[in-house]
């Protein structure tokens, strides 16, 4: 067996160079109301994945304005239906809650595939396999189920969605691999509501001792919770993301992560929102820091899949939605 | 020549080859690789900041290039034009003539278009709804910080009756009804809720000289009515509020309802003036002086005054006061009666 190879992802983005682009973009998309706010998203996804390294290449993004439009007017007729038949009738907005309910798996299924059937590396496409059967299951069935037992199945959800989510991408024709199991999501879950415990304790101590100053403390706590959140899971998702026989890691920590994006969020409060783009940068540069490939062997062997040679009727079908939904 | 980094699209394997311009053919050269296109076939991503571009190539392969100032040159030896926006992403002065048409463009929206479009919304609000939004606004101020009137029931039957005595304008057409409530903790006050009700505070009744006063009162509060002013609050701090979310994304949706309520307290003003045109109209129709609103506004004034410092001095201002929204009292004095 040969040694493993640590490459760890690079992010080169500077924040006055993105704050150019993106500032242009803002105006034309604000005299345009919105309509232009799709070039712009492609452009700055553009940016970000030119921007991100790994192993001496770079991603790229191939997504197209007017698919990204027009999944954009679909979304908003969507909603604009359904607030517009919340004030007429509520009868007909519990129907149109559910039309939604429903369809939202079969929409996030496309979006998942055109996000990643637009995605690039080394000139190969990344794609996803993922079946609409599955989809209800894991983005109805599980959520309702959630909601059924009062969240304790909240962990197992998100395991499952991840689960769908990765097992179905593919790099070319080698597909990704999730081995995380239940058990980690319960575990970083329980940690969570473990933290929240010794808040509400907190809480009730520095009532009673008549010290309030120590309640000062809580929000700095709460705030802790909420960067272990934000940290330790989508650590936890990547360790156990494999692609083919190499394997991926994250290794955030709580405190830089906090740290960042407190500042970020000071900075964007006192620049009333100039500061948004060098906090995106920030961000990113953080994140793909702490992110790298345990590559056995070469990294040059992918091979681009079936699809990507007959492409032509997937790319239809997919490059009718971008919902850009965040799982 | 550029220096380029070819990939056939087949595979992830990256060849190192060169890239020469010979007349309108684009020439790649490699180990074991020689391909040529005409440049108008191929497609060369638009230029980001420092990011390689991309060349597009026919056969489904494509070129990542880093030496930009060699590849600008080659392809304007081609003869290539790049695109307009191309430029204006990369200037400093493009950026800041930006920012400065944004402020514009926001300032101008916030002044001029979010008015008329609220008030446009709000004539096509179905009066179910407003009736709705009315009965549940006065249930929400009733639990939290309205008491029943200790006003005799005759003598609120009394105030009504004389109110409605008086011609209303000619174009007045919307619903109103009157209604008497208690509140030390706000003072005197009146205010007009979006279904037409008008809510009198005990605490304004006891500070007025004659009903007449309380007359220019509900005279002032039934424009508000009128006109939909409560209603067109509400539309627009909701549409500045979802403006706030959807530019600051992510940061947080508590920091978009800060500014949402600065507007409330600032567009009222106009709409104070408004309405006062509405209670001098309706008074000087009636045979009564424009001079009664001006007087109770006066008495208002000195009242609050009062409780501002009565309770500076408790150490407890209280919410309403900060938001104070009406334009000063001597400036409506003189637009209601300059001879006064």
């Given at each position: 067996?040969?040694?493993?190879?640590?490459?760890?992802f690079?992010?080169t983005?500077?924040?006055?160079?993105y704050?150019?682009?993106?500032?242009?973009?803002?105006?034309?998309s604000?005299?345009t109301?919105?309509?232009y706010?799709?070039?712009?998203?492609?452009?700055?996804?553009?940016?970000?994945y030119?921007?991100?390294?790994?192993?001496?290449?770079?991603?790229?993004?191939?997504?197209?304005?007017?698919?990204i439009?027009k999944?954009?007017?679909?979304?908003?007729?969507?909603m604009a239906?359904?607030?517009?038949?919340?004030q007429?009738?509520?009868?007909?907005?519990?129907?149109?809650?559910?039309?939604?309910?429903?369809?939202?798996?079969?929409?996030i299924?496309?979006?998942?595939?055109?996000?990643?059937?637009?995605?690039?590396?080394?000139?190969?496409?990344?794609?996803?396999?993922?079946?609409?059967?599955?989809?209800?299951?894991?983005?109805?069935?599980?959520?309702?189920?959630?909601?059924l037992?009062?969240?304790?199945?909240?962990?197992?959800?998100?395991?499952?969605?991840k689960?769908?989510?990765?097992?179905?991408?593919?790099?070319?024709d080698?597909?990704?691999?999730?081995?995380?199991?239940?058990?980690n999501?319960?575990?970083?879950?329980?940690k969570?509501?473990?933290?929240?415990?010794?808040?509400?304790?907190?809480?009730?101590?520095?009532?009673?001792?008549?010290?309030?100053?120590?309640?000062?403390?809580?929000?700095?706590?709460?705030?802790?919770?909420?960067?272990?959140?934000?940290?330790?899971?989508?650590?936890?998702?990547?360790?156990?993301?494999?692609?083919g026989?190499?394997d991926?890691?994250?290794r955030?920590?709580?405190?830089?992560?906090?740290?960042?994006?407190?500042?970020?969020?000071?900075?964007?409060?006192?620049?009333?929102?100039?500061?948004?783009?060098?906090?995106?940068i920030?961000?990113?540069?953080?994140?793909?820091?702490?992110?790298?490939?345990?590559?056995?062997g070469?990294?040059?062997?992918?091979?681009?899949?079936?699809v990507?040679a007959?492409?032509?009727?997937?790319?239809e079908?997919?490059?009718?939605f971008?919902?850009d939904?965040?799982? | 020549?550029?220096?380029?980094?070819?990939?056939?699209?087949?595979?992830?394997?990256?060849?190192?080859?060169?890239?020469?311009?010979?007349?309108?053919?684009?020439?790649?050269?490699?180990?074991?690789?020689?391909?040529?296109?005409?440049?108008q076939?191929?497609?060369?991503?638009?230029?980001?900041?420092?990011?390689?571009r991309?060349?597009?190539?026919p056969?489904?392969?494509?070129?990542?290039?880093?030496?930009?100032a060699?590849?600008?040159?080659?392809?304007?030896?081609?003869?290539?034009?790049?695109?307009?926006?191309?430029?204006?992403?990369?200037?400093?002065?493009?950026?800041?003539?930006?920012?400065?048409?944004i402020?514009?463009?926001?300032?101008?929206?916030?002044?001029?278009?979010?008015?008329?479009?609220?008030?446009?919304?709000?004539?096509?609000?179905?009066?179910?709804?407003?009736q709705?939004m009315?009965?549940?606004?006065?249930?929400?101020?009733?639990?939290?910080?309205?008491?029943?009137?200790?006003?005799?029931?005759?003598?609120?039957?009394?105030?009504r009756?004389?109110?409605?005595k008086?011609?209303?304008?000619?174009?007045?057409?919307l619903?109103?009804?009157?209604?008497?409530?208690?509140?030390p903790?706000?003072?005197?006050n009146?205010?007009?809720?979006?279904?037409?009700?008008?809510?009198?505070?005990?605490?304004?009744?006891?500070?007025?000289?004659?009903?007449n006063?309380?007359?220019?009162?509900?005279?002032?509060?039934?424009?508000?009515v009128?006109?939909?002013?409560?209603?067109?609050?509400?539309l627009?701090?909701?549409?500045?509020?979802?403006a706030?979310?959807?530019?600051?994304?992510?940061?947080?949706?508590?920091?978009?309802?800060v500014?949402?309520?600065m507007?409330?307290?600032?567009?009222?003003?106009?709409?104070?003036?408004?309405?006062?045109?509405y209670?001098?109209?309706?008074?000087?129709?009636?045979?009564?002086?424009?001079?009664?609103?001006?007087?109770?506004?006066r008495?208002?004034?000195?009242?609050?005054?009062?409780?501002?410092?009565?309770?500076?001095?408790?150490?407890?201002?209280?919410?309403?006061?900060?938001?104070?929204?009406?334009?000063?009292?001597?400036?409506?004095?003189?637009?209601?009666?300059?001879?006064?």
């Amino acid at each position: 067996m040969q040694a493993r190879q640590e490459h760890s992802f690079e992010f080169t983005g500077k924040g006055w160079e993105y704050f150019r682009i993106w500032i242009v973009n803002l105006l034309l998309s604000i005299l345009t109301l919105g309509i232009y706010s799709a070039w712009a998203k492609v452009r700055r996804l553009q940016y970000f994945y030119r921007n991100t390294h790994l192993a001496g290449s770079s991603f790229e993004y191939h997504g197209t304005p007017i698919a990204i439009l027009k999944g954009r007017i679909i979304a908003f007729v969507l909603m604009a239906a359904y607030t517009i038949a919340g004030q007429m009738n509520p009868l007909l907005a519990i129907l149109i809650f559910v039309l939604l309910a429903a369809v939202m798996p079969w929409l996030i299924v496309r979006s998942l595939r055109f996000k990643l059937y637009n995605s690039s590396y080394r000139g190969l496409r990344f794609g996803f396999a993922g079946s609409d059967g599955a989809a209800y299951a894991v983005f109805l069935l599980f959520p309702i189920l959630t909601v059924l037992t009062l969240y304790l199945l909240a962990p197992f959800t998100h395991f499952k969605i991840k689960q769908y989510q990765h097992n179905n991408s593919r790099f070319g024709d080698t597909f990704f691999r999730f081995d995380a199991t239940a058990g980690n999501f319960y575990g970083i879950y329980l940690k969570a509501l473990g933290l929240l415990v010794l808040a509400g304790v907190l809480f009730g101590i520095t009532a009673a001792m008549h010290m309030p100053w120590l309640g000062l403390l809580l929000p700095l706590l709460y705030l802790y919770i909420v960067g272990f959140m934000a940290v330790r899971l989508p650590n936890l998702i990547w360790d156990k993301t494999g692609l083919g026989e190499h394997d991926l890691y994250s290794r955030m920590e709580v405190g830089k992560y906090l740290w960042i994006a407190f500042t970020n969020l000071l900075g964007i409060v006192f620049t009333l929102g100039l500061f948004i783009p060098f906090a995106q940068i920030r961000m990113a540069r953080y994140k793909f820091s702490c992110m790298g490939l345990l590559a056995q062997g070469d990294l040059s062997e992918f091979v681009a899949g079936q699809v990507q040679a007959d492409s032509a009727t997937g790319e239809e079908t997919a490059e009718m939605f971008d919902l850009d939904i965040s799982l | 020549m550029v220096a380029a980094r070819y990939f056939d699209g087949m595979s992830s394997t990256a060849h190192v080859v060169t890239l020469t311009l010979d007349g309108e053919w684009l020439q790649l050269r490699g180990e074991l690789l020689a391909h040529e296109w005409p440049l108008q076939n191929v497609k060369v991503s638009e230029r980001l900041g420092d990011t390689q571009r991309r060349i597009t190539l026919p056969d489904g392969g494509h070129c990542e290039v880093s030496d930009h100032a060699a590849l600008d040159a080659l392809l304007k030896q081609g003869g290539y034009r790049s695109g307009w926006l191309d430029g204006m992403q990369h200037s400093m002065r493009w950026a800041l003539i930006s920012a400065v048409l944004i402020v514009l463009v926001f300032a101008a929206a916030y002044r001029y278009l979010l008015p008329w479009g609220a008030e446009v919304v709000a004539q096509t609000i179905p009066p179910a709804m407003l009736q709705k939004m009315g009965a549940s606004s006065l249930q929400t101020l009733d639990r939290l910080m309205l008491e029943p009137s200790k006003l005799p029931l005759q003598r609120q039957q009394a105030l009504r009756d004389a109110y409605a005595k008086l011609a209303p304008l000619p174009d007045a057409q919307l619903p109103y009804h009157i209604e008497f409530r208690s509140a030390p903790q706000i003072g005197a006050n009146a205010f007009a809720l979006p279904d037409g009700n008008i809510v009198m505070l005990d605490e304004l009744v006891a500070l007025t000289g004659d009903d007449n006063e309380i007359l220019a009162v509900l005279a002032h509060e039934r424009g508000h009515v009128e006109q939909r002013h409560a209603l067109r609050m509400v539309l627009q701090s909701s549409a500045v509020g979802l403006a706030m979310t959807w530019y600051m994304g992510d940061v947080s949706s508590l920091l978009a309802t800060v500014p949402a309520m600065m507007v409330q307290a600032s567009y009222s003003r106009d709409m104070e003036r408004e309405a006062d045109d509405y209670a001098a109209r309706t008074l000087v129709r009636n045979g009564l002086s424009p001079c009664l609103l001006p007087d109770v506004l006066r008495k208002l004034e000195v009242a609050h005054a009062k409780r501002q410092a009565e309770a500076v001095s408790d150490k407890q201002g209280s919410v309403m006061d900060y938001l104070a929204s009406h334009p000063p009292t001597q400036e409506r004095s003189a637009q209601l009666c300059p001879a006064h």
